[in-house]
């Protein structure tokens, strides 16, 4: 098990090696030079150079990536003299539009992004699985095509068109909830509530759809299972057959899509933060590639990077809990 | 072996154990209606086993299910059968008895071996605790006696050290310990009536020997009324009191198990016969399977079913096993006379 979690690890690591690696080399192929943005007018030759020096713009590409690795590890500092720009360990690199190393502003967009994640995910969680339920149990009857309606919809619609019908209906239409912005948990649970709930709708709702048809097909594959006659067989009333036995059968799959999503949403969530104005890390993600930003953009993807990959190991490591015939080997 | 093994099967019993009277079982599929079952008869009593034979896909199956309830419309997912007849159990009648009630039977009264003990138990669970869930469906009590349940039936059906394998899960079992898990599952409320559907033909065929002996063995100890599905013939020699052979979904014939390895009276049992491999016999002999298949149930034979693959249609009158359904059992056309001549040289099944 150790030996599997170590293994796992160091391929992680190169994984997300990669990833910096990749973005650097896409940024630089841009065609748009970071340091003339920066450089103000009148933009002369010399400033030019300087801004180049000061942002470490002048070196190779591979040795730009090297010093992020170094800083990664143990902290460094741009430019000399007063001008020096201090980043400590883990740097994650230091943004001269904002003027503050990228880890602050992290630091204050991940509290964001996971409000709505946590949220969005146990709504889509609980209505997914619960629609899914529904249908495999009265399936071809009217409630299941409801529901497969629903969850058709909820694939199809783009998650921007639902967040601005919700915007237009719940916020304006209705005054029900604030149109945007965000309210620190500190602040109180009500108005953090109040402020996520259209956000966690949104993609509850587009996220649930899948769900739904995964708990549904599952359910009807394991439906078919002899062991469900047998759970019949014994005696045992129809919802404990269903809730307890297929379901759990049913649950592998579903607890590793889960798994990863929340892994991949805690990277952050573009469209929806673009929608509601909330600046969580695919906000500042944004922003950074709009601002030719590179420090940002890199920063932001190996975290969000980061992530994906654990979600990936943690679902690796609950399949062998979930699942007593599988063991990590 | 009771003095007059006849009794039980004879219909007119004041009240028998179990008494299955016309029964037929209907599946609306894509290509039509099959009719897995279709008229079957048969008694059984306490303490007594009867065999239910027939080759594959004939509805022996399809017959235990409906038994146990298990093809009603009311459990979520049985879908598509429609099922006719009487079924009685203790004087109860089943198939319109209140789901709540087949509930209360199912597993208490009347329990199941299938077939294949790998996929009929839930790979997620551990193996005592699907056996104590068994008994706590009809138990008040604690967990504690449910599991100290669940240990001492694994310990009587032959599992070494049941207190810690009680904690294993199905697939740490060898096929034979699974099955024996499966009967344990199924005694552990001690039932009435003990359904096993061929609970032997994943096995092999060493093992074969051992549940079947086992079956014998609890079924005398708790003294239940046993059914046992099986295709093959050999399997019914030493273990059961009365024989029922199906095809079609019908009864062809019915005897208890000495005369009907003595004097069987149905060509479709001689064909059995003739395909089951013997234990005793002369190894060089070769085994001649039904040539033939099995009748498509899609659109039922107005006359034998059998009769496609029955060799001596000519030796009755007119064109009667291609018309006529058989009205007595044996289930055949033939005098008997006939079929006292035709019969292949009388032979003791493997035992
Ligand atoms: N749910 C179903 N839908 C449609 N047809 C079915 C269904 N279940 C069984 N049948 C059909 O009913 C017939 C009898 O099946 P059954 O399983 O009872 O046979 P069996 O005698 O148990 O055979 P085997 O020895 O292979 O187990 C088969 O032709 C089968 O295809
Ligand atoms: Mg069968």
Redesign the pocket.
């Known amino acids: 098990m150790l030996r599997y979690i170590a293994r796992r690890l160091i391929g992680m690591a190169v994984v997300l090696l990669i990833t910096g690696a990749v973005t650097y080399v896409i940024f630089y192929w841009m065609p748009s030079d970071p340091a003339r943005l920066s450089c103000g007018k009148p933009c002369t030759p010399e400033t030019l150079h300087q801004v180049r020096a000061y942002m470490g713009l002048n070196q190779p590409i591979w040795e730009q990536y090297w010093h992020f690795l170094e800083g990664l590890v143990g902290g460094r500092s741009f430019g000399i003299g007063q001008a020096a720009a201090q980043c400590p360990a883990p740097c994650l690199g230091y943004s001269f539009h904002q003027s503050m190393p990228v880890r602050t502003m992290i630091g204050t967009a991940f509290p964001v992004t996971v409000s709505i994640t946590v949220g969005a995910a146990a709504l889509w969680l609980v209505f997914g699985v619960a629609t899914g339920m529904i249908s495999a149990v009265k399936r071809g009857t009217w409630w299941d095509r409801g529901a497969t309606l629903l969850s058709l919809t909820g694939v199809a619609t783009p998650t921007y068109l639902v967040g601005l019908l919700g915007i237009l209906l719940l916020g304006f239409q209705w005054r029900l909830v604030p149109v945007n912005g965000y309210a620190n948990f500190t602040d109180g649970i009500g108005p953090w509530a109040s402020h996520l709930i259209l956000p966690w709708a949104v993609l509850a709702f587009v996220n649930a759809a899948v769900y739904a048809r995964l708990t549904r097909s599952q359910l009807l594959e394991v439906f078919g299972e002899d062991y469900i006659t047998t759970a019949r067989a014994k005696g045992l009333p129809e919802r404990i057959v269903i809730g307890k036995h297929s379901l759990r059968a049913a649950l592998t799959p579903i607890a590793t899509m889960f798994g990863m999503d929340i892994g991949l949403l805690l990277g952050g969530a573009i469209i929806t933060e673009k929608v509601f104005s909330m600046q969580g890390l695919g906000y500042l993600l944004l922003q950074g590639v709009g601002q030719l930003d590179l420090p940002v953009v890199v920063g932001v993807t190996l975290f969000s990077a980061f992530f994906v990959v654990a979600a990936n190991l943690l679902v690796d490591i609950l399949y062998g809990y979930l699942d007593p015939r599988v063991s990590l080997a | 072996m009771s003095l007059s093994p006849e009794l039980s099967l004879r219909k007119d019993d004041p009240e028998p154990f179990l008494q299955v009277t016309d029964l037929a079982v209907d ?1 609306a ?1 894509a290509d039509g209606s ?1 009719r ?1 079952v279709d008229g079957l008869n048969f008694t059984l009593e306490r303490g007594r086993t009867l065999g239910l034979v ?10 235990s299910l409906a038994v146990m309830g298990l093809l009603r419309p009311d459990s979520t997912t049985a ?3 429609r099922t006719s007849g009487e079924i009685r159990l203790n004087g109860e009648e089943l198939l319109s008895a209140p789901a709540r009630r087949i509930r209360e039977l199912r597993g208490r009264t009347m329990s199941m071996i299938f ?1 294949d003990p790998l996929s009929a138990l839930h790979p997620y669970y551990s193996v005592g605790a699907q056996i104590a869930e068994a008994y706590r469906v009809h138990h008040k009590g604690s967990r504690k006696a449910a599991k100290e349940r669940a240990a001492e039936l694994l310990g009587r059906v032959g599992i070494p050290r049941p207190r810690e394998r009680a904690d294993d899960f199905p697939h740490q079992f060898s096929g034979g310990m699974r099955q024996r898990v499966m009967i344990a599952m199924a005694l552990v409320n001690d039932p009435e009536l003990l359904i096993a ?2 609970p032997t033909t994943a096995l092999d065929v060493t093992v074969q020997a051992q549940i079947l002996e086992l079956i014998a063995d609890v079924q005398q100890e708790f003294g239940s009324a046993a059914i046992l ?1 099986t ?1 093959d013939l050999g399997v019914v020699a030493g273990t059961v009191d009365d024989v029922v052979i ?1 095809y079609a ?1 019908r009864t062809m014939e019915t005897a208890p198990v000495d005369r009907l390895f003595a004097a069987p009276q149905h060509p479709y049992t001689w064909g059995l016969l003739g395909s089951t491999p013997r234990l005793d016999g002369d190894r060089r002999k070769r085994l001649a399977p039904i040539p033939g298949s099995p009748p498509n ?1 899609l659109e039922p034979a107005a006359g034998c079913p059998f009769a496609p693959r029955c060799v001596f249609t000519d030796r009755v009158e007119g064109d009667a096993c291609a018309t006529d359904r058989p009205a007595a059992l044996p289930a055949c056309h033939l005098a008997p006379d006939d079929r006292d001549a035709l019969r292949p040289s009388s032979r003791k099944a493997a035992s």
């Open positions: 599946f599929t099959v897995a027939g080759e594959s896909g004939s509805g022996k199956s399809v017959t879908g598509n059968a077939q559907d061929e599905i295709h199906m979904g149930l």
